[in-house]
């Protein structure tokens, strides 16, 4: 029989199978959120003392609270079993990202900043994960990485295997490589342990290599133990000498050569960020910088997403340039409440403009009512999502009846609204401007379009289709309740009813 429920959560799907068991993807029914759950092999659970060491590293998981960790909700001791009940996390593993080619240089130090920071939070509290590898780290569709596992999946394993026996599958070969030479030596481990794992995936990401990997457990540990590995530069010279070195003090045999703070780690790495983000896209950022305070000086914050996703960066990469925009929106916005002197400046970027732009890209964002109330991580996931269409005057954007299963944000030009009347004809009912947003009645009902739009001009506009809003919602459940807010104040509007029962000559 098929497994609908665990406790209060309705089982969805099932995500996976690995050693220590199954993983689902479940609706818990009390808090209306998604979560993972994974279901451990009842020969784990069932031997001695695991059942009190689980609940004791699960108590202790469950306290950190990081964008890069993913979120310990639950121990359930269930009928089907002993259960991990987690934060639900879209994406693809480390592993899988990097199978077929090495990651852009800018691209892994975002990742491994990110990491170093949630390894701080973490060992801030004095939990070390153990386990750290390209495995356990997702990385979420906007880009982001969330750490998985912490503490608990090293602690059932050495439970579930004999680590003198090196004769075991590839399965196992793979927790080998990420062993620290004092995991490989079986002595005591603390966070420096994570910090030469960090290391490891570093240089995975950066090269697409393992610099331990071996043909069998024994030859791995080998490795660890006194090889020496090649610098990164030497494989890929694209990686600038600061981060080789890096690297090569993160992965350093004794412990105590090694970094002595993660957080030191995670400002190395923002810092070597700053250096590569800011000579590769120094004539990207430059022109979005210009263009953002031009057209939020208009009013034209989606015109400059617009652009953001159609313009030539000169060679930068276009999430590192999305990635400033929105945090220039979001800084404009923190500042509504505080706008006196001059603003400061954002670490790693050139100065911020003048008050007085600051003021014109915030009247930008106020004429968006629909980018005004999401967050920074929000506003990005929305940005990521964008499609961007063009439509010459007279063109039809949609048809009143129509299926519709798409938001749409007018970025350029201006559109004519029409309703069917009481006589069967078209009434013009309104007329569209630059950062006007239509088409979220059908969206969340299913409905059929309610209106008529064509172009009245020229016109840019994005979109946001059914699946790419669902994606959002389900990693920032806020979404469909502003949309569904924005729905409430905008069905059936009385000038929309008046113009149904009175008909007028279109303009």
């Known amino acids: 029989m098929a497994l609908t429920h665990i406790g209060p959560y309705r089982i969805e799907r099932q995500l996976g199978v690995g050693g220590m068991g199954e993983v689902y993807r479940a609706y818990d029914e009390r808090l209306g959120r998604r979560v993972a759950i994974k279901r451990l092999r009842a020969e784990i659970t069932a031997k001695p003392n695991v059942k009190k060491r689980l609940r004791r590293e699960a108590r202790a ?42 990651l852009e240089v800018e691209r892994a130090l975002r990742l491994g900043r990110e990491i170093a920071e949630g390894l701080a939070s973490a060992h801030d509290r004095g939990l070390v994960h153990r386990d750290l590898k390209a495995e356990n780290v997702i990385v979420t569709p906007d880009g982001h990485a969330k750490i998985l596992d912490f503490g608990i999946a090293k602690q059932l394993r050495l439970e579930d295997a004999d680590e003198t026996d090196l004769t075991e599958d590839d399965a196992f070969v793979g927790t080998f490589r990420a062993m620290s030479p004092e995991q490989a030596h079986q002595r005591p481990v603390d966070f420096r342990s994570d910090l030469f794992a960090l290391g490891t995936l570093l240089y995975e990401m950066l090269t697409g290599e393992n610099p331990f990997a071996a043909s069998s457990p024994l030859a791995t ?241 994005l979109v946001l289709d059914r699946p790419t809003v669902e994606a959002i919602i389900e990693r920032h459940p806020k979404v469909r309740d502003t949309l569904r807010d924005i729905y409430r104040q905008r069905a059936g509007s009385a000038e929309e009813r008046r113009a149904r029962a009175n008909p007028t000559p279109p303009a």
């Open 221 to 461: 540990m080998v490795r660890i133990s006194i090889h020496q590995q090649r610098p990164v530069i030497e494989i890929n010279p694209a990686v600038p000498s600061d981060l080789s070195s890096l690297i090569d003090r993160l992965l350093a045999k004794d412990p105590a050569l090694r970094p002595q703070n993660s957080r030191e780690v995670a400002t190395d790495l923002e810092r070597i960020l700053v250096m590569v983000s800011g000579a590769a896209q120094t004539a990207g950022v430059e022109l979005l910088d210009r263009l953002v305070d031009e057209l939020a000086s208009a009013g034209f914050v989606a015109k400059a997403i617009a652009l953001l996703k159609t313009m030539d960066t000169g060679g930068a990469d276009p999430r590192v340039i999305e990635e400033k925009l929105v945090q220039r929106i979001s800084q404009s916005r923190r500042k509504r409440n505080d706008l006196k002197g001059e603003p400061t400046e954002i670490a790693g970027s050139r100065p911020s403009r003048r008050l007085s732009s600051d003021l014109s890209t915030l009247t930008g964002i106020a004429n968006v009512p629909l980018f005004s109330h999401f967050d920074a991580d929000e506003l990005s996931a929305i940005i990521h999502g964008l499609k961007v269409y063009t439509y010459e005057a007279g063109e039809i954007l949609f048809t009143e009846g129509e299926s519709g299963a798409s938001l749409i944000v007018l970025a350029s030009g201006v559109v004519r609204v029409y309703v069917k009347n009481a006589s069967g004809g078209n009434t013009e009912i309104r007329r569209l401007e630059q950062g006007s947003f239509f088409g979220e009645i059908s969206l969340l009902t299913g409905e059929p379009r309610s209106a008529t739009i064509t172009a009245a001009t020229a016109c840019e506009v």
């Open 61 to 102: 998981v469950a306290q950190l609270s990081h964008p890069a960790i993913v979120q310990l909700y639950d121990i359930l001791d269930a009928e089907v079993g002993e259960c991990i009940v987690m934060e639900h996390v879209e994406g693809l593993t480390l592993a899988a990202l990097i199978q077929d080619a090495p």
